[in-house]
C-alpha cells in the first residue's frame, strides 16, 4: 500500500480540529499508526513503549501492543541479541491487533535498525540515534558500511536526530555522570513521539514522579529529557508537521490499560474474594508466567498467599495443599513446568480439589523459545497426564480477557471440584489494551459451599446436578476424612480395588467434566450465521489478527465468518453444528495443527490447518492471503 | 467443654495393610497413643504422606489425611500449613519418598521451617516396590536391583536434615515404644519443622537392618541415647563414654581415672556436636534422640504475619479499588 511521502499512518481526510492537546497547531489526521520501538536491552525501549501506550490511551484511541524481548537479559550491549523491541498500534477506529509492521521504527543503534529494518515498508518512517551509528556499534552489529550515509535507507523516511547529544546538552548541570545521561535518551525520545503524535505527556510526567520518589535528581533528569524531546519536536522544522490520531469511538465507561499477565492476576483475586476465600498461588519463576507472581505478591492484603516454591512441582503440590485447607489455590507456570506439574494435576484430578493451573505458552520444545508466542501446548492441557483425567480447559483471546477467563476458571473449579487450566501465551501476557473495567457487583457470583454437616458426610457423595463432591476442609468437626491417590470408593472414597468401582469412578469424573458444557454459552459467529463458504475457526491469543483478517475479507465481499472458542474442553456443545454449516472449516494456529485434530476427532470435520511455529503472532496479511486461498482452492 | 480424647478415638475403621511384624505397626500404635495427649481436636489434625508403605499412615488416623503422590508430601503439607496455620499438620514419608524423588522438597521444607512434624520412616529399602536398595541403603547391598552389591553411597537422614538447616533433628527406633514417644512429644512441642528419623524394620525385605540397635541383648552397647545436658555415656552397665581426643571423639572406659567429667555432655544446641554425633560409624555407638534443637521464625507465621501487616497497613482487599489503580480514564 503506498503511503503519501511525508506521511507515517494511513492518512484520512485532514481536518482543522486541534489534537488533544491545546498548545497544539492542527495536525495532519491519521486513522492509525503502528510505532516500534527498538533498541538495546538497556536503551528503555520497553518503558518508552508502555509511557506511550498509556499517554495513547489517554488521547482516547484504541491500543494493541506487542512487546518483543530478547531471550538474554544481559546480551553484549550493540549486538543483534541484545535488541529489545515494542510495537504499538494506536488508532481512532477499534483495533484488534498491534499492526503486522510498523509505519514508524525508532532505532536507538545500528543493530536495532539491522534486526528490524526488514518489517518496515518502503516509505516507512525510520527515526535513528545518529550518533549510535558509530564505528563500535556498527561493527557489532555485523554493518560494512554506515547504512545511514550509504543510501541503502532511501527508500524510508530517514529522520537522524543527535538523541544522545541533544540528551546530554539537555541534563547538562544536573551532575549526573554520563551513563545516567546515556539512561535518558528513551524518554528524549518517547517526548519527541508524544509530540509528533500530539500526546499528552502528563500521565508519563505522573509516572515518573511515582517511579523516582526516592530519587528526586533522577526524577529531575528524566522529566528534563521528556520535555527536551518534546519541545525538540515543537521547535525545530525536523519534522513537516505533527500527527493527529482522533479518539476511537469506543464504549463509554472507565479504563485502563491492561496487560494479560496483570488482568490475570486481578481475575483471580477478583474470584477469590467473589467467594469468599483466601487465594493462594504456589508457583515457581519462569518466563512468561513470573508476572503474574510478581503482581499477586502485591496483594497480600486481600488475602493473597504467595509461595515462590523450590520447582514446578512443589508449586503445584504446595497449592494442592492449599485447596485442600480451603483455599482459592493456583498454579502459574509456562511449557516446561507444564510437564513438570503433569503428575500432581492428575492427583487433583482424582482427589477432586479446585485448582486453576495457568500455562502461559511460549514457543517451544523444550527451552525453546522463552520470550516468544507459541500456542503448542493445547494437546498437553488435553491430555498430558497419565490414566484417564480430563480436565477443562479455557483459553483467554486478548489480553483484557484474561480477566474474564482467570475468573471464569477459578468458577468452574469451585463449582465441579476440579483442577482447570487456563492457556494463555506471552502475546497475551505482555501485550497490553484499553480494559473498561468491569462492575465487580456484577461479575458473576462464585458461590463456595464448605461442608459443615457431618450428617451423613461421605467425601465422595455427589451433587446430583453438577456431580461435584462435598469440599470438607480440616478444621470442621465430625468430617474427618482421608483422601488419596489410590483408585477409591463411590461415596466413602475409602481406598478400592474393584475393577467395577475404578470404572464407575473414572466415568463418573468424564461425566462431570462433559456436563460442564450445560453452561458454555451458545457459540458466537462472526459473519454469516446461516453459515457460508469458510469459517476461520480459532483460539487464544490469535483471535485480534483472526478477527481483522476476517474483516477485511469480508469487506472484498467473500463469505467468510470467525468463530473464536473460549472453552477447549469440553468444546461448545453446538459447535460441531455450528462448523457443519460452512463449506469450508479454516483452523489457524501457532502450532502443528492441535485444535484440528481436535476438531478432526470430535465431529469428523475436514478442518484445513494453517500452522505457523516461529515464536511470531500471525499477520494479518499472511491470514487474508491463506482465506482467499482456501475460498478459491 | 468435650470429653478428653483417647487412643481409640484415633483409630479408623480401615483394615490395616501393613505385612504382619512391619515396623510401621509399632509406630502407628506409638503416635495413636500419644496423639490424645496434645489435646487437639481431631478436625484440627492432618496427616500428609507420599507414597511407599509407610505413607499408608494417613488411612489409619482417625483425623484429615491426605495420601498424595510420591514425594512430594512435604510440599503438600507447605501450602496447606502457609495457609492454615491454624492447623496440626504431619507429614510421613520413607526413605525413598522423602531422601530420593522428594529430597528436595525435603530440604526446603526444612530449611524453611515450615511447622510441620515430619516422621521419616527408614528402612534403608524400597519396600512397597518390593525391596530395591533406597537412598539411605549401605553400599555392597545385594536386592533385586543390585544383584553385585550397590556401589551407591548412601545419604544420611540425620547429616541431611541437618545440612538443610532443619532447627529440630532426632531419631528414634520403631520398637523403643517409650523414646519413640518422647521423642515424637518432643517432635510435636517444637514450633517449626522437626524432623524425626525413625529407624523401622522391614521384615520382608531388609529384615533386621537395626537388629543392633533393637535387639534386647545388644542394643545397650551400641545406642547412645542422647539427654541434653547430660554426659554421653552408654554400654549394659552404663561404663562407656565418649570423650574428646583433640577434635575427634573417642568411647573411653570408664573408671581408671576416668570420669564423668571428662566426657561430652550433649548440647541440643551445638550444631557442630550434632554433626559430629550423626555422623558415628561402628565401632562407635550409633546415637538415638534430639540431635538438635534450636529455635527460629517459622515461614508460615512469618508469611502470615506479612499478610496481617499489608492489611493493617492498606486495610482489607477492595477489588473495585484494585481494579482501578494506576492511569484510568472515562470515555463518554
Ligand atoms: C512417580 C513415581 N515413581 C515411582 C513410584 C513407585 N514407588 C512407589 S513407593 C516407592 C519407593 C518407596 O520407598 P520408601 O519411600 O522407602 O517407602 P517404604 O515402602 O519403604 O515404606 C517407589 C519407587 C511411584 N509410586 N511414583
Ligand atoms: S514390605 Fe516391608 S515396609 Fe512394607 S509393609 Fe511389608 S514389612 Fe512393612
Ligand atoms: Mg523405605
Known amino acids: 500500500m503506498a503511503l503519501p511521502p511525508e506521511a507515517a499512518g494511513h492518512a484520512v481526510e485532514s481536518s482543522g480540529l486541534g489534537g488533544g492537546n491545546a498548545a497544539h497547531k492542527p495536525g495532519v489526521r491519521r486513522d492509525s499508526v503502528v510505532i516500534r520501538f527498538a533498541g538495546d536491552s538497556g536503551d528503555g525501549m520497553q518503558l518508552a513503549g508502555m509511557q506511550f501506550t498509556a499517554e495513547s490511551a489517554l488521547a482516547g484511541n484504541d491500543i494493541a501492543t506487542l512487546p518483543d524481548f530478547p531471550a538474554e537479559i544481559r546480551a553484549p550491549a550493540g549486538t543483534l541479541a541484545g535488541v529489545s523491541g515494542f510495537q504499538l498500534n494506536f488508532s481512532s477506529r477499534e483495533v484488534f491487533t498491534a499492526g503486522d509492521e510498523p509505519n514508524v521504527l525508532v532505532a536507538m543503534n545500528p543493530a536495532a535498525l539491522k534486526a528490524n529494518l526488514d518489517d518496515l515498508p518502503p516509505n516507512g518512517v525510520l527515526i535513528v540515534d545518529r550518533e549510535a551509528f558509530n564505528d563500535a556499534n556498527l561493527k557489532r552489529a555485523g554493518y560494512t558500511s554506515n547504512p545511514l550515509n550509504d543510501h541503502s535507507l532511501d527508500k524510508y523516511q530517514v529522520f537522524q536526530v543527535d538523541v544522545t547529544k541533544l540528551t546530554t546538552l539537555a541534563l547538562h548541570g544536573t551532575g549526573l555522570n554520563n551513563r545516567a545521561v546515556f539512561r535518558c535518551r528513551n524518554l528524549f525520545v518517547l517526548g519527541m513521539l508524544s509530540w509528533l503524535y500530539q500526546r499528552p505527556i502528563e500521565s508519563t510526567q505522573r509516572w515518573l514522579e511515582g517511579r523516582f520518589k526516592k530519587t528526586p535528581e533522577l526524577l529531575e533528569a528524566n522529566l528534563m529529557a521528556l520535555k527536551a524531546g518534546y519541545n525538540y519536536g515543537d521547535t525545530t522544522e525536523m519534522f513537516a508537521s505533527s500527527y493527529e490520531v482522533p479518539a476511537a469511538t469506543i464504549k463509554a465507561g472507565l479504563y485502563r490499560n491492561i496487560t494479560g499477565n496483570s488482568a490475570t492476576a486481578l481475575g483471580f483475586v477478583a474470584a477469590a474474594m467473589s467467594a469468599g476465600r483466601p487465594l493462594f498461588l504456589g508457583s515457581y519463576p519462569i518466563t512468561p508466567a513470573s508476572d503474574i507472581l510478581h503482581e499477586l505478591a502485591g496483594f497480600k492484603n486481600f488475602p493473597v498467599y504467595t509461595f515462590q516454591a523450590e520447582d514446578e512441582i512443589a508449586g503445584v503440590a504446595s497449592a494442592i495443599g492449599a485447596a485442600f485447607g480451603g483455599a482459592i489455590a493456583l498454579t502459574t507456570t509456562s511449557g516446561p513446568g507444564m510437564n513438570l506439574k503433569a503428575e500432581a494435576v492428575g492427583l487433583a484430578v482424582k482427589t477432586e480439589l479446585p485448582l486453576v493451573i495457568t500455562d502461559v505458552q511460549r514457543a517451544g520444545p523444550s527451552t525453546g523459545m522463552p520470550t516468544k508466542p507459541e500456542q503448542a501446548d493445547l494437546l498437553v492441557a488435553m491430555y498430558g497426564r497419565h490414566g484417564e483425567s480430563p480436565i477443562p480447559v479455557i483459553a483467554a483471546s486478548t489480553p483484557a480477557d484474561c480477566f474474564d477467563c482467570a475468573y471464569e476458571a477459578v468458577r468452574l473449579a469451585t463449582k465441579y471440584m476440579t483442577p482447570v487450566i487456563l492457556l494463555t501465551d506471552n502475546q497475551l501476557a505482555n501485550g497490553a489494551e484499553p480494559w473498561l473495567l468491569p462492575d465487580v457487583s456484577k461479575l458473576p457470583d462464585i458461590k463456595v459451599h464448605l461442608a459443615t454437616d457431618p450428617n451423613g458426610f461421605m467425601p465422595y457423595r455427589r451433587d446430583t446436578e453438577t456431580l461435584a463432591r462435598p469440599w470438607a476442609v480440616p478444621g470442621t468437626p465430625g468430617l474427618e476424612h482421608r483422601i488419596g491417590g489410590l483408585s477409591s470408593e463411590d461415596l466413602t472414597g475409602n481406598v478400592s480395588y474393584s475393577p467395577a468401582n475404578n470404572e464407575l469412578m473414572v466415568r463418573t469424573r468424564a461425566r462431570k467434566i462433559a456436563g460442564i458444557a450445560r453452561e458454555i454459552p451458545p457459540t458466537e459467529i462472526f459473519g454469516d450465521a446461516q453459515g457460508g463458504d469458510l469459517v476461520v475457526l480459532g483460539w487464544g491469543s490469535t483471535f485480534g489478527s483472526l478477527r481483522e483478517a476476517v474483516k477485511q475479507v469480508r469487506e472484498k465481499g467473500k463469505s467468510v465468518s470467525h468463530i473464536h472458542v473460549r472453552y477447549l474442553n469440553p468444546l461448545p456443545s453446538d459447535l460441531g453444528d455450528q462448523l457443519r454449516k460452512f463449506k469450508k472449516v479454516l483452523v489457524p494456529e501457532l502450532n502443528m495443527g492441535q485444535l484440528s485434530k481436535l476438531v478432526r476427532a470430535d465431529y469428523l470435520i475436514d478442518a484445513i490447518g494453517f500452522n505457523k511455529i516461529q515464536g511470531r503472532p500471525f499477520k494479518v496479511s499472511e491470514l487474508t492471503t491463506r482465506i482467499l486461498r482456501a475460498l478459491e482452492g | ?332
Open chain 2, 1 to 332: 467443654m468435650a470429653t478428653a480424647l483417647t487412643r481409640k478415638d484415633f483409630v479408623t475403621d480401615q483394615e490395616v495393610r501393613w505385612c504382619p511384624g512391619c515396623g510401621d505397626y509399632a509406630i502407628l500404635a506409638q503416635v495413636q497413643k500419644i496423639m490424645p495427649e496434645f489435646g487437639i481436636p481431631r478436625e484440627n489434625i492432618v496427616f500428609i504422606s507420599g507414597i511407599g508403605c509407610s505413607s499408608r499412615f494417613p488411612y489409619y488416623m482417625n483425623t484429615y489425611g491426605f495420601h498424595t503422590i510420591h514425594g512430594r508430601a512435604p510440599a503438600i503439607a507447605t501450602g496447606l500449613k502457609v495457609s492454615r496455620p491454624d492447623l496440626d499438620v504431619w507429614v510421613v514419608t520413607g526413605d525413598g519418598d522423602g531422601l530420593s524423588i522428594g529430597g528436595n522438597h525435603l530440604i526446603h521444607a526444612l530449611r524453611r521451617n515450615i511447622d510441620l512434624n515430619i516422621l521419616l520412616f527408614n528402612n534403608r529399602i524400597y519396600g512397597l516396590t518390593k525391596g530395591q536398595y533406597s537412598p539411605t541403603s549401605e553400599v555392597g547391598k545385594v536386592t533385586k536391583s543390585s544383584p553385585m552389591g550397590s556401589v551407591d553411597y548412601p545419604f544420611n537422614p540425620i547429616t541431611v536434615a541437618l545440612g538443610a538447616s532443619a532447627t529440630f533433628v532426632a531419631r528414634t527406633i520403631d520398637v523403643e515404644q517409650k523414646h519413640l514417644g518422647e521423642t515424637l512429644k518432643r517432635a510435636h512441642a517444637h514450633r517449626g519443622a522437626s524432623f524425626v528419623e525413625i529407624l523401622q524394620n522391614c521384615n520382608i525385605f531388609n529384615d533386621g537392618a537395626f537388629n543392633d540397635l533393637s535387639d534386647k541383648a545388644i542394643k545397650a552397647d551400641h545406642q547412645l541415647v542422647l539427654e541434653h545436658g547430660k554426659p554421653l555415656i552408654f554400654g549394659k552397665n552404663r561404663d562407656q563414654g565418649i570423650r574428646m581426643n583433640g577434635q575427634r571423639a573417642e568411647v573411653v572406659a570408664l573408671g581408671n581415672g576416668v570420669t564423668e567429667k571428662d566426657l561430652v555432655v550433649h548440647d541440643e544446641s551445638n550444631l557442630a556436636l550434632a554433626f559430629m554425633l550423626a555422623n558415628f560409624e561402628p565401632p562407635m555407638p550409633a546415637p538415638v534422640g534430639v540431635f538438635y534443637a534450636v529455635s527460629r521464625p517459622t515461614y508460615d507465621s512469618a508469611m502470615n504475619a506479612q499478610l496481617a501487616d499489608a492489611k493493617a497497613k492498606m486495610g482489607p482487599g477492595d477489588v473495585a479499588a484494585l481494579l482501578k489503580r494506576g492511569d484510568v480514564w472515562t470515555v463518554h
